[in-house]
């Protein structure tokens, strides 16, 4: 391998590596005060609440796995069953990607090879609507939260605990910036612009026909299991704060959940960085409406584990059958 892949592999590494020291480092530092200030309870009906936001998660997916169906059919037609593995598979080796954009690659394995260009740039479209209804419900959330709560609760010690969410997405930033700077982009002296770009130019065209394919009432569908992929994360979000002795009001829930989803899309994930980056940004958030830090960290950790880890550990299997 040439020393300068050898240098971007290692610098890629020692960046995953530190993101994940600051998240979890700044978890660590407000469950060990948190520890040393209060007793950690579960409700009672914790068991039986757990399995209901368990069972969420096979719906939430059966509608990506629609919606993806939709948005893919000017281009090819498949069975809801290959639909559904797709989804899953795209998930096994998302996990593993900065912000998870392997997911819709990884979908491709379901789609006949000389349609799967154009059914990945379609696939897109799923995400654009599903980052739209985040946004819709996102922001007026946010700006509630900020002028209600704002980041008070969380900054009773002076400003620390904002500083370290600031700097840890500052930090984050700079280093996903100097990752690009020490990438090899000499090799690009020997790529056919022309070549690739009429290339590009084609696939484009080709995609601005199949999206004029899609009629106003299949595009409305496909926000209808967007916004209910959205009201299925805050039912889950929702029920595990309950049952981890979080007991907020439908409107402060409301108002934390879509500000916790907003705050989150703008943040760069890389690979074993997610669950605490999820975990630190829920309590930034939710420490405004209690302190309880220990049930917010379980259930951010939860949703994690229930959303992602599960079905993409299920994908994973389907992939290795698939090879």
Request: with cysteine; glycine share 6%; proline share 4%.
């Amino acid at each position: 391998m040439p020393k300068t892949r050898v240098k971007t592999f290692l610098s890629a590494n020692y960046l995953q590596i530190i993101i994940g020291i600051i998240a979890y480092a700044y978890i660590l530092y407000k469950l060990y005060f948190f520890f040393l200030a209060e007793e950690f309870t579960l409700k009672p009906i914790f068991l039986g609440l757990l399995p209901v936001a368990l069972l969420l998660m096979p719906l939430n997916w059966f509608l990506e796995a629609l919606k993806w169906r939709v948005i893919i059919s000017p281009v090819v037609q498949i069975s809801i069953n290959k639909s559904i593995r797709g989804i899953l598979m795209g998930l096994s080796l998302g996990i593993f990607t900065p912000n998870r954009w392997g997911e819709l690659p990884g979908r491709l394995w379901v789609i006949p090879s000389e349609k799967s260009v154009q059914a990945l740039l379609l696939s897109g479209l799923g995400s654009v609507f599903q980052a739209a209804v985040t946004l819709l419900f996102g922001i007026p959330g946010f700006l509630i939260f900020r002028q209600n709560f704002g980041f008070n609760s969380t900054m009773q010690s002076g400003n620390l605990n904002f500083y370290l969410v600031a700097f840890l997405i500052v930090f984050i930033l700079v280093l996903l910036f100097y990752g690009l700077y020490t990438a090899n982009f000499g090799q690009l002296k020997h790529f056919n612009f022309k070549k690739k770009y009429l290339w590009a130019k084609l696939q484009f065209q080709a995609l601005y026909t199949n999206v004029k394919k899609l009629t106003i009432l299949q595009l409305s569908i496909v926000f209808a299991y967007s916004s209910a992929r959205y009201l299925i994360f805050f039912l889950q979000f929702w029920i595990l704060l309950f049952a981890c002795n979080l007991e907020l009001t439908f409107f402060e829930a409301a108002i934390g959940v879509s500000s916790y989803f907003f705050v989150l899309h703008f943040v760069p994930v890389l690979p074993g960085t997610e669950p605490g980056i999820r975990t630190a940004g829920a309590i930034a958030i939710f420490e405004a409406f209690s302190p309880n830090v220990g049930s917010i960290t379980l259930v951010a950790m939860l949703l994690w584990l229930i959303n992602l880890a599960l079905p993409a550990s299920i994908g994973s299997l389907l992939l290795l059958k698939k090879l």
